[in-house]
């Protein structure tokens, strides 16, 4: 983790631990607060950046927007692709056990 989002995250989390210490004392607004702090410090710890598609011939860049598991895939076109082509390389070994394991 690079310096800035290292001091980003510790921000927010300071800022989580206050919101923590009003919830103790039963503010329903300062818990909601403290957990969309927490959430986005772990965001923020987490987030490394762009990745590159799983495909083996595709070079784009993966986009995620910050919700849910990081996508594989940059489409459904390339994911489609891989698919196939286990799917294929599957049957392959099915059809010839001998020469998989020669």
Do not use: F, K, W
């Not at 986005?40 to 590159?52: L, N």
């Amino acid at each position: 983790m690079d310096t800035t989002r290292q001091i980003e995250v510790c921000a927010l989390l300071r800022r989580a631990e206050d919101a923590a210490q009003d919830a103790v004392s039963g503010d329903q607004a300062a818990a909601r607060t403290t957990l969309a702090l927490v959430a986005d410090a772990r965001q923020r710890a987490e987030d490394t950046g762009p990745g590159i598609c799983a495909h083996p011939n595709c070079p784009n860049e993966l986009h995620y927007v910050g919700r849910g598991r990081r996508p594989l895939y940059c489409s459904a076109n390339c994911r489609t692709d891989v698919y196939q082509a286990t799917q294929m390389a599957a049957r392959a070994l099915i059809r010839s056990p001998e020469r998989a394991t020669a």
